[in-house]
Nanobody, 123 residues
Framework: QVQLVESGGGSVQAAGSLRLSCLASGYIGNYVCMGWFRQAPGKEREGVASITGGTTYYADSVKGRFTILKDNARNTLYLQMSSLKPEDTAMYYC??????????????????WGQGTQVTVSS
């Protein structure tokens, strides 16, 4: 089965930037949709950004600050994060699905998940 491995997380100061990567063991062009989700301590997992074809979707909380990008040739999904805030602190997960993405930021739509990478933003 396809394996997803996230990297690029770390600890940064507020207003800083990070670039997360998700490397897939298989060809990601076969997926209908891929996305990034996050979960903070004591919080539910939430959708951050997703991409299907050339269309992108973002949670209101990150719109204008985060950018999702997919490189099929490298089998890699990216999340470029800027203007980071302490409330962005969470474990970030890469996910993929062969199902439709009419509601692309819904967690249970995805059936392939990475192990996560921690992002910590200090004030």
């Amino acid at each position: 089965q396809v394996q997803l491995v996230e990297s690029g997380g770390g600890s940064v100061q507020a207003a800083g930037s990070l670039r997360l990567s998700c490397l897939a063991s298989g060809y990601i062009g076969n997926y209908v949709c891929m996305g990034w989700f996050r979960q903070a301590p004591g919080k539910e997992r939430e959708g951050v950004a997703s991409i299907t074809g050339g269309t992108t979707y973002y949670a209101d909380s990150v719109k204008g600050r985060f950018t999702i990008l997919k490189d099929n040739a490298r089998n890699t999904l990216y999340l470029q994060m800027s203007s980071l805030k302490p409330e962005d602190t969470a474990m970030y997960y890469c996910a993929a699905t062969t199902r439709g993405c009419l509601v692309p930021l819904v967690t249970n739509l995805y059936n392939v998940w990475g192990q996560g990478t921690q992002v910590t933003v200090s004030s």
